[in-house]
């Protein structure tokens, strides 16, 4: 099986808790059995990982290159600052990377409107909550 790496960003930790109107009720534990589950259908072995710390995402981004055939990735807030990333991805190219959000970012505040990923990724997935994870992984299989 295809390894795939599932990387969550800043505060995702607190999935549950944290502001449930704009992301829901569900965990990060929650949505970590969904991505196996989901992995398992497609073919693949999710590798399931949460930061709060930027260099660690951009770290596990660099090891995808030599580990996975591709990356899911939710950086949460570093999304629309993090220049580390962006160059993160590029280095990993032609690495698939899919960028989730579980709200749809597009339609909140409006710094939340630019990823700096986005112009790097293989597309992106917004506002489906957990489900979104799932079509991520859906579109790496297909890539794949």
């Known amino acids: 099986m295809k390894t795939v790496f599932v990387l969550n960003g800043p505060n995702l930790n607190m ?36 930061t709060n710390h930027e260099g660690v995402l951009v770290d596990w981004i660099h090891e995808a290159a030599d580990k996975a055939a591709g990356v899911v990735i939710n950086a949460a807030a570093y999304t629309h600052t993090s220049i580390a990333l962006l160059d993160a991805v590029k280095a990993v190219q032609p690495l698939p990377v899919v960028e989730v959000h579980l709200s749809n970012i ?6 939340r409107h630019v990823s700096k990923i986005a112009p790097n990724a293989a597309g992106m997935i917004c506002g489906f909550g957990p489900l979104g994870y799932t079509l991520a992984l859906q579109a790496l299989a297909a890539r794949l």
Not at 21 to 26: L, V
């Open 106 to 111: 597009h339609a909140r505040e409006p710094f």
């Open 15 to 50: 999935l549950g808790k944290r502001e449930p109107s704009i992301y829901g009720t569900q965990t990060l534990d929650g949505i970590a059995d969904l991505c196996r589950e989901s992995g398992r259908t497609l073919g693949l072995e999710v590798d399931f990982r949460q």
